[in-house]
């Protein structure tokens, strides 16, 4: 391959067979670079090449069988990256209009005072270890070892400073399942390993697997809490040092090294049939408790995971209380009393499911306090009956209360609902009104109960700041924000004003939306549904409104000429159940106020309207437009005024100053002459008379 076609430019020195590594140029900064050759030049190159070699093959083949395989290759390259090259997503251009360039992220680094950039067709900047020297003179310097290694060790070194976790990202969470795991794992096999000798002699093989799966996740745990990010002044923060600070310092920390220790090796004093040994394991618990706290976060449904983990805490608490009863009863002896387990030598009570199961009922019979377990005999069998009755009382009331308040919460919304309409019904009965109207109302708020259109959005998003309530509505609303045609030409600004202005409304199958000669005061967008604009009868429909359509703007806008004023042109009724936005005339004036080109556009498309329907009084216009220019003439009469007002004391002023100064400037000439004048004098009476000439 030519010096040309892979761009390294070769020395008399270095001229060999294999082409030397590329230049790297010393700039006074530790930074190597990656080739900014990208991947296509290379395979342009190679191309190239092929072509060249079938160029020169060409004389000795006549049949060109060379140069029909370097063609397939040609196509087969260009299929293969036609096919395999990801395409990005396209953006969405409303939605890009609005937010504007994205941010790209930015984090705090020690030591880091300059960030490094990637540009379009360069390659990727990285630092340079502390052991690579350049050496070499001009401006150009080469490196002592193989240029590919350096980049090499640079992209590695990049990439482990990259390997971060964010707290917040879904990497994290996926990991946290994963560490919960054998947390839960160990926090009900081993103790029941420990108490239930036949579990874990039955199956001391499978346990020694899983116990040591288990420790490597700890292990990898731990490193990877030493990469794991936390905000600091709102940046996620990467260096190493403070990572490894931040987590070492706490006693969490400690927690996860005490778990690890290994205290395996004791097998070897006491036998491989005792896990009591790794009871140090149960100290990794505060990983499965964030995983929870996260899901609670993360999940769609949170109270009935809510009554889930509370199911699971009262299960694990129940299992823990089996085994103890059983170890209890190993200690005392299987069958002493009637309180204690059965003799296992009984073939009814001596294999391994009847022993946890019974154990497990029987905690089971003791926690939730409904007794019917046999009395104990011994000191020691009361003391642990009334630890575990007041447990019982503790687990009881924290199950009465939480599911009690979490029934609550998942009918609040409908408790809530209800009792709006009990009220509107009270007040019908009330007033006596009509039925066909309480059945009207009735299924109006049936309408918003069943298609979930019962929610305050300004009640639920009042927490947030104006920003993202204005991006959550464009979210929510997009597909009919962007058939509103005044949505689309209006500023980013104007479009935050506007929608978070924006009230919904529904109307039942029937209702005016308004009616023509009314007083205008608000404008309509019609999210769902269906709108005609009728007759004077009611029957008769001129047009028919879909999603996306805005009307009601002239009537709020007065417009100049219009024959209707701040009166409604139309007639609009509601066909069905209908979703509308509704905008007042006093929020889109308090909108439009700063964004005038916007106001020119609702205006000119209110006279088009206007003027198609011949309610637009062109003399009137022509009229106004002529006391405008009056008035702009008046206007620009009284500014001129004031300006030659101004100009003439300005003018005055300056004559004033010019005239002080030219008095000070004669003052100055005469006391310069005077002081020339005496200089003279005063020289002249000094000077010594000149000697007479001598007579002959």
């Given at each position: 391959m030519t010096e040309k076609s892979n761009g390294v430019k070769s020395s008399p020195a270095n001229n060999h067979n294999h082409h030397a590594p590329p230049a790297i140029k010393a700039n006074g900064k530790d930074d190597c670079r990656t080739s900014s050759r990208p991947q296509s030049a290379a395979d342009d190159d190679t191309s190239s090449e092929l072509q060249r070699l079938a160029e020169m093959d060409a004389p000795q083949r006549r049949r060109g069988g060379f140069r029909r395989i370097v063609h397939l290759v040609g196509v087969i390259r260009e299929w293969a990256n036609k096919n395999f090259r990801e395409e990005e997503p396209r953006p969405d251009s409303f939605l890009e209009r609005f937010r504007g360039p994205e941010l790209q992220t930015v984090t705090t680094q020690q030591g880091d005072s300059k960030s490094n950039k990637d540009g379009e067709g360069k390659g990727t900047k990285y630092s340079y270890p502390t052991w690579i020297q350049?050496?070499?003179?001009?401006?150009?310097?080469?490196?002592?070892?193989?240029?590919?290694?350096?980049?090499?060790?640079?992209?590695?070194?990049?990439?482990?400073?990259?390997?971060?976790?964010?707290?917040?990202?879904?990497?994290?969470?996926?990991?946290?399942?994963?560490?919960?795991?054998?947390?839960?794992?160990?926090?009900?096999?081993?103790?029941?390993?420990?108490?239930?000798?036949?579990?874990?002699?039955?199956?001391?093989?499978?346990?020694?697997?899983?116990?040591?799966?288990?420790?490597?996740?700890?292990?990898?745990?731990?490193?990877?809490?030493?990469?794991?990010?936390?905000?600091?002044?709102?940046?996620?923060?990467?260096?190493?040092?403070?990572?490894?600070?931040?987590?070492?310092?706490?006693?969490?920390?400690?927690?996860?090294?005490?778990?690890?220790?290994?205290?395996?090796?004791?097998?070897?004093?006491?036998g491989i049939h005792s896990p009591e040994v790794?009871?140090?394991?149960?100290?990794?618990?505060?990983?499965?408790?964030?995983?929870?706290?996260?899901?609670?976060?993360?999940?769609?449904?949170?109270?009935?995971?809510?009554?889930?983990?509370?199911?699971?805490?009262?299960?694990?608490?129940?299992?823990?209380?089996?085994?103890?009863?059983?170890?209890?009863?190993?200690?005392?002896?299987?069958?002493?009393?009637?309180?204690?387990?059965?003799?296992?030598?009984?073939?009814?009570?001596?294999?391994?499911?009847?022993?946890?199961?019974?154990?497990?009922?029987?905690?089971?019979?003791?926690?939730?306090?409904?007794?019917?377990?046999?009395?104990?005999?011994?000191?020691?069998?009361?003391?642990?009956?009334?630890?575990?009755?007041?447990?019982?009382?503790?687990?009881?009331?924290?199950?009465?209360?939480?599911?009690?308040?979490?029934?609550?919460?998942?009918?609040?919304?409908?408790?809530?609902?209800?009792?709006?309409?009990?009220?509107?019904?009270?007040?019908?009965?009330?007033?006596?009104?009509?039925?066909?109207?309480?059945?009207?109302?009735?299924?109006?708020?049936?309408?918003?109960?069943?298609?979930?259109?019962?929610?305050?959005?300004?009640?639920?998003?009042?927490?947030?700041?104006?920003?993202?309530?204005a991006e959550i509505a464009i979210n929510v609303h997009l597909s009919?924000?962007?058939?509103?045609?005044?949505?689309?030409?209006?500023?980013?600004?104007?479009?935050?004003?506007?929608?978070?202005?924006?009230?919904?409304?529904?109307?039942?199958?029937?209702?005016?939306?308004?009616?023509?000669?009314?007083?205008?005061?608000?404008?309509?967008?019609?999210?769902?549904?269906?709108?005609?604009?009728?007759?004077?009868?009611?029957?008769?429909?001129?047009?028919?409104?879909?999603?996306g359509s805005c009307f009601g703007e002239i009537s709020i806008l007065n417009i100049k000429g219009s024959k209707m004023g701040n009166r409604r042109t139309a007639n609009i009724r509601s066909l069905g159940y209908s979703d509308l936005f509704c905008l007042s005339k006093d929020d889109l004036m308090e909108a439009v106020t700063e964004y005038p080109d916007a106001k020119k556009v609702l205006e000119e498309r209110g006279r088009e309207i206007l003027m198609k329907e011949g309610l637009l009084d062109e003399n009137e216009v022509a009229a106004s437009m002529e006391v405008d220019v009056q008035e702009k003439l008046e206007q620009l009469e009284t500014n001129m005024d004031t300006l030659y007002t101004r100009f003439g004391r300005l003018l005055a002023e300056y004559t004033g100053a010019q005239q002080k100064l030219k008095q000070r400037i004669t003052v100055l000439e005469t006391k310069m002459k005077q002081n020339n004048e005496d200089d003279y004098l005063s020289d002249g009476m000094n000077s010594p008379e000149p000697a007479t000439a001598e007579k002959p």
């Open positions: 350049a050496s070499g003179s001009g401006g150009a310097a080469t490196l002592g070892i193989w240029s590919p290694s350096v980049a090499s060790v640079c992209l590695l070194r990049k990439k482990f400073e990259l390997l971060v976790l964010d707290p917040a990202g879904d990497c994290y969470y996926r990991w946290l399942f994963v560490i919960a795991m054998p947390v839960l794992y160990n926090w009900c096999l081993l103790v029941a390993r420990a108490c239930f000798s036949d579990l874990q002699k039955g199956y001391y093989i499978v346990w020694l697997v899983l116990d040591y799966f288990s420790d490597v996740v700890y292990i990898t745990d731990i490193f990877l809490r030493l990469r794991t990010g936390f905000l600091e002044q709102g940046l996620l923060v990467k260096d190493p040092k403070k990572l490894r600070d931040n987590y070492i310092h706490t006693l969490q920390f400690k927690l996860d090294v005490a778990s690890i220790i290994p205290t395996d090796l004791i097998y070897f004093a006491v790794r009871f140090n394991r149960l100290l990794h618990f505060a990983r499965m408790f964030e995983f929870f706290d996260r899901t609670e976060t993360r999940t769609s449904y949170p109270n009935i995971f809510r009554i889930s983990n509370l199911v699971l805490y009262i299960l694990v608490i129940i299992h823990w209380n089996a085994c103890i009863y059983y170890a209890i009863s190993k200690s005392i002896g299987f069958g002493v009393d009637t309180w204690v387990y059965p003799n296992i030598t009984d073939p009814e009570y001596g294999y391994l499911a009847r022993e946890y199961v019974y154990c497990l009922y029987w905690s089971t019979l003791t926690l939730t306090t409904i007794g019917e377990t046999p009395p104990p005999v011994k000191d020691e069998e009361y003391l642990f009956v009334i630890f575990d009755f007041l447990i019982g009382v503790l687990i009881f009331a924290t199950i009465v209360g939480n599911v009690g308040s979490m029934i609550s919460n998942m009918n609040a919304t409908r408790a809530e609902f209800q009792a709006k309409i009990d009220a509107v019904k009270h007040y019908m009965q009330f007033r006596k009104v009509s039925k066909e109207m309480e059945a009207k109302v009735i299924k109006w708020f049936d309408y918003l109960w069943t298609n979930k259109k019962t929610v305050d959005e300004r009640e639920v998003l009042k927490n947030l700041p104006a920003k993202l309530r009919t924000l962007k058939k509103v045609r005044i949505f689309q030409d209006c500023e980013a600004g104007l479009l935050v004003e506007l929608v978070l202005k924006l009230r919904p409304q529904v109307f039942s199958p029937g209702d005016y939306i308004c009616r023509k000669g009314d007083i205008g005061k608000e404008m309509y967008i019609i999210k769902e549904g269906k709108l005609a604009v009728v007759a004077d009868d009611g029957v008769t429909q001129y047009a028919l409104l879909s999603a």
